[in-house]
């Protein structure tokens, strides 16, 4: 049989090592939430990157398409003077033919 002092050290015992383990786990969880904030900082930071390179991606695909419809435009503009150009050689080759054709 123990003796009531026996169990009380024994308590004693158990309580202080129940301290120093809720103790550790505090520190344990401390950690924890200073690991958890500054993920969550990195987050933050690698959230802003991301929206600032999409902000570019757009940025340069909105310049890509004004370009495209730039050079679109002007191909049709070139493509309109070259039938012009070439309606003006055929008007000029068929009077010529003409002028000869009736000299004759």
């Known amino acids: 049989m123990r003796s009531g002092a026996d169990e009380i050290h024994d308590l004693t ?3 202080g090592e129940g ?3 809720v103790h550790e786990m505090d520190k ?5 939430e200073l690991e958890k904030e500054e993920l969550q900082a990195a987050l933050e930071e690698a959230e802003g990157a991301l929206e600032q390179e999409e902000a570019k991606t757009a940025r ?3 310049e890509l398409q004004n370009i495209r419809q ?3 435009r ?3 503009e070139k493509e309109e003077e070259f039938d012009t150009t070439r309606y003006s050689v055929r008007t000029v080759t068929y009077s010529q033919w ?5 000299c004759r």
């Open 13 to 15: 015992d158990q309580l």
């Open 19 to 21: 301290g120093r383990n």
């Open 28 to 32: 344990v969880r401390r950690r924890l």
């Open 60 to 62: 340069a695909h909105l």
């Open 70 to 72: 730039e050079i679109d």
């Open 74 to 76: 002007r191909i049709a």
């Open 98 to 102: 003409r002028s000869n054709a009736l």
